[in-house]
C-alpha cells in the first residue's frame, strides 16, 4: 500500500482556520509526526502529503493545509495554495477548536457543498472545552452538520474519527480501465513503444496500470512494440479481442489490425478512468473549429524534463500546425501549474493524467466548461486529427 501511486489514493484535505490544530490532527491520525506542530499561528505554510493506508478504504493521501485565516501579502499566497487544494480533495475534514467563530468556516463549508466534495466536521482540543455538549449545538445550528469531537493531543476520540472518516468516504472507487472492452480469458495486444520519454528500464505508469488492471480480470496478454506487431498477431491462435496501443502510433496500429478487433489507447483509458468522456471527445471534435490564429493549452500533469519528440510539447502542435497553420500558438503548464483563466483560449489538450486523482482531472473540466473552453485529451485528439476517432473503441 505504501508503494501505490498518488493518483490512486484518496486524497483526503483538512481545512481550517490557524491553530486549531490540524497538524496536530494529521499527526494523531498517522501516528507519526509528519507535521510540524506549534502553538505559533502560520506553521503550516505549504499543503503537506501524507500517503497511508486506513482500512478499509485503502491507499489514501491526507493532506494538511495552511489556515484559511492567514494574512497579509504571504498570507494570500498561502490561502491560494489552500484553495488549489479543493480542486484534488475527495474528501475535507473541516476542523474547529474552542474558539468558535463560525464565519470563516460557514464560507469555506458553503464552498465544500457548492464543489460537492463529502466534508465531515472535527471540533478539536475537547479537553479545553468546559461545555462540549453546548459547543457542538452551536456548530450543528449554524453550519447544518454535527462534529466529531476529539483531542488531538491526547488521541481522545480518533478511533472514532477514523470510523466517521470510513463512513463518509464510502465505497466510491475508480472504475476499471479497461471497463466494456475486455472480459475474462479475452487475448489482449498490447502495443508498447519505448521511446525517449518512457523511464530507463521500466514502464509507463498507464502501461503498468493497465496490464494490471487486465491481469486481475484474468486476460491474456501480449506485449510488443510497434515494429513487432505482425508477428506479434501471426503467434496468436486467433485475432486478439482488444489492442491497446500508445496513442502516437494510432494509425500504424490501425492499419494492421484485425477486423472485428476492438481498439483503444493508454490515454483513451486514462480518459474514461480519470474525466468526463462525454465532454472530452466533444472537444477532440473541437478541433475542427481552430484558425491560424487560435492559441491552444497543452496541460500534463508530469512535470519531468522534455526531450526530443516530446508528445505535448512537440508532436500534437506539429500536428495541428500542420493542418492550421504555422500561426498558432501554444502554451504549454505541467504539474500543477494550471491557469485560472482560461477565456483566451480555443481548446485545451490535456494528457491522460495518470499522476492526477479522478478529482483533479474532473475539476479541470468543470473550469473548462464553466469557462467555454473545450477540452480534450492527447489520445483523443490524435485520434482525432489521423481520422479514427470513430474507429476507436472507448470504455
Same mark, same amino acid.
Given at each position: 500500500m505504501?508503494t501505490?501511486?498518488?493518483s490512486l489514493?484518496?486524497?483526503?484535505?483538512?481545512?481550517?482556520r490557524?491553530?486549531?490544530g490540524k497538524s496536530?490532527l494529521?499527526?494523531?491520525?498517522?501516528?507519526q509526526?509528519?507535521?510540524?506542530?506549534?502553538?505559533?499561528?502560520?506553521t503550516?505554510?505549504d499543503p503537506?502529503?501524507?500517503a497511508?493506508?486506513?482500512?478499509p478504504?485503502?491507499p489514501?493521501?491526507?493532506?494538511?493545509?495552511?489556515?484559511?485565516d492567514?494574512e497579509?501579502?504571504v498570507?494570500? =499566497?498561502?490561502?491560494?495554495?489552500?484553495?488549489?487544494?479543493?480542486?484534488?480533495?475527495?474528501?475535507?475534514?473541516?476542523v474547529?477548536d474552542?474558539?468558535?467563530?463560525?464565519?470563516?468556516e460557514?464560507?469555506?463549508l458553503?464552498e465544500l457543498?457548492?464543489?460537492?466534495i463529502p466534508?465531515?466536521?472535527?471540533l478539536n482540543?475537547v479537553?479545553?472545552?468546559?461545555?462540549?455538549?453546548?459547543?457542538?449545538?452551536?456548530?450543528?445550528s449554524t453550519?447544518?452538520?454535527?462534529p466529531?469531537?476529539?483531542?488531538a493531543k491526547?488521541h481522545?476520540?480518533?478511533?472514532?474519527l477514523r470510523?466517521?472518516l470510513i463512513r463518509?468516504?464510502?465505497?466510491?472507487e475508480e472504475?476499471? !480501465?479497461?471497463a466494456?472492452?475486455?472480459?475474462?480469458?479475452d487475448?489482449?495486444? @498490447?502495443?508498447m513503444?519505448?521511446d525517449?520519454?518512457? %523511464?530507463?528500464?521500466?514502464?509507463?505508469?498507464?502501461?503498468?496500470?493497465?496490464?494490471?488492471?487486465?491481469?486481475?480480470?484474468?486476460?491474456?496478454i501480449t506485449c &510488443?512494440?510497434v515494429?513487432?506487431?505482425k508477428?506479434?498477431l501471426?503467434? @496468436? $491462435?486467433?485475432a486478439?479481442? !482488444?489492442?491497446i496501443?500508445?496513442s502516437?502510433?494510432f494509425?500504424?496500429?490501425y492499419e494492421?489490425?484485425?477486423?472485428? &478487433? @476492438? !481498439?483503444?489507447s493508454?490515454s483513451?483509458?486514462?480518459?474514461?478512468?480519470k474525466g468526463?468522456?462525454k465532454?472530452?471527445?466533444?472537444?477532440?471534435?473541437?478541433?475542427?473549429r =481552430?484558425t491560424?490564429?487560435?492559441q491552444?493549452?497543452?496541460?500534463?500533469?508530469?512535470?519531468?524534463?522534455p526531450?526530443?519528440?516530446?508528445?505535448?510539447r512537440?508532436?500534437i502542435?506539429?500536428m495541428?500546425?500542420?493542418?492550421f497553420?504555422?500561426?498558432i500558438?501554444?502554451?504549454?503548464?505541467?504539474?500543477?501549474?494550471? %491557469?485560472?483563466?482560461?477565456?483566451k483560449?480555443? !481548446?485545451i489538450v490535456h494528457c491522460?493524467? &495518470?499522476m492526477?486523482n479522478r $478529482? =483533479?482531472?474532473?475539476?479541470?473540466?468543470?473550469?473548462?466548461q464553466?469557462q467555454?473552453?473545450?477540452?480534450t485529451?492527447?489520445?483523443l485528439?490524435?485520434?482525432h =486529427?489521423?481520422g479514427?476517432?470513430d474507429?476507436?473503441s472507448m470504455?
Open positions: 505504501n501505490a501511486p498518488q489514493r484518496r486524497h483526503i484535505a483538512i481545512f481550517g490557524r491553530n486549531v496536530s494529521l499527526n494523531a491520525i498517522t501516528g509526526q509528519v507535521a510540524i506542530v506549534s502553538p505559533e499561528a502560520g503550516t505554510t503537506v502529503n501524507r497511508m493506508e486506513i482500512l478504504l485503502g489514501c493521501m491526507l493532506i494538511d493545509t495552511a489556515g484559511f492567514d497579509g501579502s498570507g494570500e =499566497l498561502r490561502n491560494k495554495r489552500t484553495h488549489k487544494v479543493l480542486d484534488q480533495a475527495d474528501m475535507a475534514i473541516l474547529m474552542q474558539t468558535i467563530d463560525l464565519d470563516y460557514k464560507k469555506w458553503d457543498r457548492r464543489l460537492e466534508t465531515m466536521a472535527v482540543k479537553d479545553a472545552i468546559d461545555d462540549v455538549e453546548s459547543a457542538v449545538e452551536q456548530i450543528k453550519l447544518s452538520i454535527e466529531v469531537t476529539v483531542s491526547n481522545e476520540g480518533i478511533d472514532k470510523e466517521a463518509a468516504v464510502g465505497d466510491d472504475t476499471s !480501465l479497461t466494456g472492452l475486455a472480459k475474462p480469458g487475448t489482449v495486444l @498490447l502495443v513503444p519505448q525517449p520519454q518512457a %523511464p530507463k528500464g521500466r514502464l509507463i505508469l498507464p502501461q503498468v496500470q493497465t496490464i494490471r488492471d487486465l491481469l486481475d480480470k484474468g486476460c491474456i &510488443c512494440g515494429d513487432t506487431i508477428k506479434s501471426e503467434s @496468436l $491462435r486467433g486478439p479481442s !482488444l489492442i496501443t500508445d502516437q502510433v494509425a500504424q496500429v494492421q489490425k484485425p477486423e472485428g &478487433c @476492438l !481498439l483503444t493508454f483513451v483509458l486514462m480518459a474514461g478512468q468526463n468522456m465532454v472530452l471527445i466533444e472537444g477532440a471534435k473541437a478541433i475542427d =481552430l491560424q490564429h487560435s491552444v493549452l497543452i496541460a500534463e500533469a508530469c512535470t519531468h524534463a526531450m526530443s519528440e516530446d508528445i505535448g512537440e508532436k502542435p506539429r495541428i500546425r500542420k493542418r497553420g504555422e500561426t500558438t501554444f502554451d504549454i503548464h505541467a504539474g500543477k501549474d494550471y %491557469p485560472t483563466d482560461l477565456k483560449y480555443d !481548446l491522460g493524467a &495518470c492526477f $478529482r =483533479l482531472m474532473l475539476s479541470r473540466i468543470v473550469r473548462a464553466e467555454g473552453v473545450p477540452i485529451n492527447y489520445g485528439a490524435i485520434a =486529427l489521423q479514427i476517432l474507429k476507436v470504455p
